[in-house]
């Protein structure tokens, strides 16, 4: 094998192991984020809030605001802010160099063999896909600032693929279920493993050509579930896109790049 294919390939793999790398810790980070937002909401509800309040004011008002501003639980909250803001830059960070390794890994495009490359992009946008649908796409939190209790969280919810099609076969809208599951899970890991095969073994091009018919289907579901999780956003209710969907378009961007790539070399 020449020094240079040699060279190409060993870029290829350490590439795809930073990528891999910094995307466990992206979605690593966000799980943590999204358990700490969870344990802050948790402390905020208006049920704990009613139960606390009742715990500390069997004399009066008063002995409960001092219990509930004291030096203590303020220092708990302090940490816990600190906590929540710990993984949110990380999971930033972590997410802005995985962003940077794929960047090089596409400029292998210039020195490796087309067929390396395919599967390079394809092992990335298959890594792409799986933080894509397991971590949190968007969070949904309902909140008011109320006499006495100050910032009450009402609702919060964190979003992803995974956990949306679950929750939706379980409140038996099946349906929705079935069409988010099949564009966003079935029809992208088919796609990516046809791929594969269709760079390794050259199959013909009116086969890429259905393939790329689904190029944007996943996008265009994945717009709904977003439009569909903050139709009810207003003053009181605040929606976060998260970490997953930059992950997820990174993963319909490179499957569209390899798909095309493909059947540009098939026409040769």
């Known amino acids: 094998m020449p020094t240079k294919s040699i060279s190409s390939v060993s870029i290829s793999i350490i590439l795809l192991l930073i990528i891999a790398f910094m995307a466990s810790q992206a979605y690593m980070y966000s799980m943590k984020y999204d358990k700490e937002m969870l ?16 715990q500390t004011t069997s004399n009066s008002i008063q002995k409960y605001l001092s219990d509930y501003l ?8 302090k940490q816990s802010s600190a906590e929540i803001q710990i993984n ?6 972590y997410t ?12 292998t495009y210039f020195f490796s063999s087309k067929e390396l490359f395919v599967i390079s992009i394809l092992s990335a946008a298959l ?3 799986l933080v894509g649908i397991l971590a949190p796409i968007m969070t949904i939190e309902i909140f008011k600032d109320l006499p006495i209790f100050g910032f009450t969280i009402f609702k919060y919810e964190s979003k992803g693929i995974w956990t949306t099609v679950e929750k939706l076969w379980l409140l038996q809208n099946y349906l929705l279920a079935v069409m988010i599951g099949l564009f966003s899970i079935v ?17 013909n ?9 689904w190029s944007m289907a996943d996008v265009f579901i994945v717009s709904l579930l977003l439009t569909n999780l903050s139709l009810s956003a207003d003053e009181f209710t605040d929606a976060k896109v998260q970490v997953a969907i930059y992950f997820f378009c990174a993963y319909v961007i490179l499957s569209i790049i390899s798909s095309y790539i493909i059947k540009k070399e098939s026409q040769k």
């Open 39 to 54: 344990s802050h909401a948790q402390n905020n509800k208006i049920e704990n809030k009613i139960d606390n309040y009742i």
């Open 70 to 77: 004291g030096s203590d639980s303020k220092e708990i909250k």
């Open 88 to 93: 949110k830059e990380n999971t930033k960070l």
């Open 96 to 107: 802005m160099l995985y962003f940077v390794a794929l960047g090089l890994l596409l400029l």
């Open 127 to 129: 890594i792409s896909w």
């Open 187 to 203: 029809i992208p890991i088919v796609k990516t493993i046809s791929l594969y095969f269709s760079a390794l073994m050259k199959v």
């Open 205 to 213: 091009v009116k086969y890429i050509d259905f393939i790329g018919k």
